[in-house]
């Protein structure tokens, strides 16, 4: 069965700091990978989403980036946290290049910048 | 781009209850989740539903993709059903869900 990873859980840090965040899926080939952000108390944004290696697509400028180094690894990134960038990050995945599937999250990543 | 929105923002009940929950959407849709954010923070899929009804349980739910609703039915509900409760639809790209802003369920024993 397919399972999808996601860490750290939480994570607090500095402003300025830069921010790495993984994502992996399991049990399943040239998934489309998702990263969302959830502000507190407010829906889901789309913020990066990959349909294949080295295949980004942004929804939002932001001072964040996304990466897929491989098939099944999605990592989102910052060079310098800002205040505003605090949040749920939720990593999701669906089945490779089909319209209307179902997708999947991962357990999320709470991030407080302070 | 397509817009989805939830109703209501926030429900009350008291443990025992039935309610509905609906989600209108701008567009025609090849996809429809409905979610389930507990506690901590996860999204629990309830259903996969493009059209027609689904039950699982206690929660049934309906999508009448041709009027651009869908419909979520929790009935006897319990202390564990309260979160937010998400309805998502693929955006018309169909590269990924969006979401509306939820609706947030208290229920009391």
């Known amino acids: 069965s397919q399972t999808i990873h996601q860490w750290p859980a939480t994570l607090v840090q500095p402003v300025g700091s830069p921010l790495s965040l993984e994502c992996t899926v399991e049990?399943?080939?040239?998934?489309?990978l998702y990263w969302y952000r959830q502000a507190a108390g407010r829906g889901l944004q789309l913020l990066f989403y990959s349909v294949g290696i080295g295949q980004i697509s942004s929804e939002v400028p932001q001072n964040l980036s996304a990466s897929r180094p491989q098939d099944r690894q999605f990592i989102l990134s910052s060079k310098k946290l800002l205040l505003s960038d605090s949040g749920f990050y939720l990593c999701?995945?669906?089945?490779?290049?089909?319209?209307?599937?179902?997708?999947?999250f991962g357990q999320g990543t709470r991030l407080t910048v302070v | 781009g397509i817009q989805v929105e939830q109703s209501p923002p926030d429900l009350i009940l008291q443990e025992g209850a039935n309610s509905t929950l609906r989600c209108n959407f701008s567009d025609s849709v090849n996809n429809l989740q409905w979610f389930h954010q507990n506690p901590w923070g996860q999204l629990i899929n309830l259903f996969y539903?493009?059209?027609g009804t689904k039950q699982n349980g206690r929660l049934s739910a309906t999508t009448v993709a041709t009027e651009r609703y869908s419909l979520l039915y929790i009935s006897s509900s319990q202390t564990t059903d309260s979160g937010v409760y998400f309805c998502?639809?693929?955006?018309?790209?169909?590269?990924?869900?969006?979401f509306g802003k939820g609706t947030t369920l208290s229920v009391s024993s």
């Open positions: 998502a639809v693929v955006n018309q790209a169909g590269t990924a869900l969006i």
């Open positions: 999701a995945w669906s089945v490779m290049g089909s319209l209307g599937t179902e997708a999947f």
């Open positions: 049990g399943t080939s040239n998934p489309n």
């Open positions: 539903i493009p059209s």
